[in-house]
């Protein structure tokens, strides 16, 4: 089945610097993209949701990149402030149906004053 | 606003203890997940339904049940508890929308601590 591998599981920035995670899946069916931000004691939301089709997105103060070739989703937040300190989950789906969404193990951002 | 609930927020079982964690979206979604969330897991996926009366096994069902008796409700019910099962499980609707573009609604979580 599909593997998902994100990196890196812990990731401490400063504030106003910007912070890069990624993933790398293996399916290269693979279709749509998300990315899912977890606060901390609160439950998973929607960040973005990507299509294969389309390479960069960008949305509030973050872009996300989709390498189909190298088989790379990277999410990229610029100037990163106090809010974004999170856990941050991308998510692979290859084929119709949500049983076939795959999970990163996360990665835990911190944002140091 | 779309919302999922879960029920309870947090539990604590005996080992080979009835433990069961309820869920209810009334975003009138068909689809409705079960995952759980272990350190260095990430979101594992247990049990999964297309509508009222249907369930269906995920990646990983083993000591899992569920039920969906209505379109807003979406039980997992773990009959005989074991420690290993102690995690975070979030229930999730999800939107339908095919071709694998489907969101999730996560609720809220249940901690789950079996002793």
């Known amino acids: 089945g599909e593997q998902v591998e994100q990196r890196p599981p812990h990731l401490s920035v400063r504030e106003g610097d910007s912070a890069v995670i990624t993933c790398t899946y293996t399916d290269p069916n693979s279709y749509y993209f998300f990315w899912y931000k977890q606060e901390p004691g609160a439950s998973l939301q929607l960040l973005m949701k990507?299509?294969?089709?389309?390479e960069i997105n960008e949305g509030q103060g973050f872009t996300v990149l989709l390498n189909k070739k190298d088989k790379r989703l990277s999410l990229n937040l610029t100037a990163a402030h106090p809010g974004d300190s999170a856990a941050y989950f991308c998510a692979v789906a290859y084929t119709e149906g949500a049983d076939r969404l795959t999970f990163g193990k996360g990665t835990q951002l911190i944002i140091q004053p | 606003e779309a919302a999922v609930t879960q029920s309870p927020r947090n539990k604590v079982a005996v080992t080979g203890g009835k433990v069961t964690l309820s869920c209810n979206q009334t975003n009138n979604h068909n689809n409705m997940y079960w995952y759980r969330q272990d350190t260095g897991h990430g979101l594992r996926l247990i049990h999964y339904?297309?509508?009222?009366?249907?369930?269906e096994k995920g990646d990983i069902p083993d000591g899992y049940k569920a039920s969906r008796p209505s379109q807003e409700n979406f039980s997992l019910i773990l009959e005989l508890a074991t420690p290993s099962q102690t995690s975070v499980y979030f229930c999730?609707?999800?939107?339908?929308?095919?071709?694998?573009?489907?969101?999730?609604?996560f609720g809220s979580g249940t901690r789950l601590t079996v002793l």
């Open positions: 339904s297309y509508g009222a009366g249907s369930t």
């Open positions: 990507v299509f294969s089709s389309t």
């Open positions: 999730a609707s999800g939107d339908g929308l095919g071709g694998g573009a489907e969101t999730l609604y």
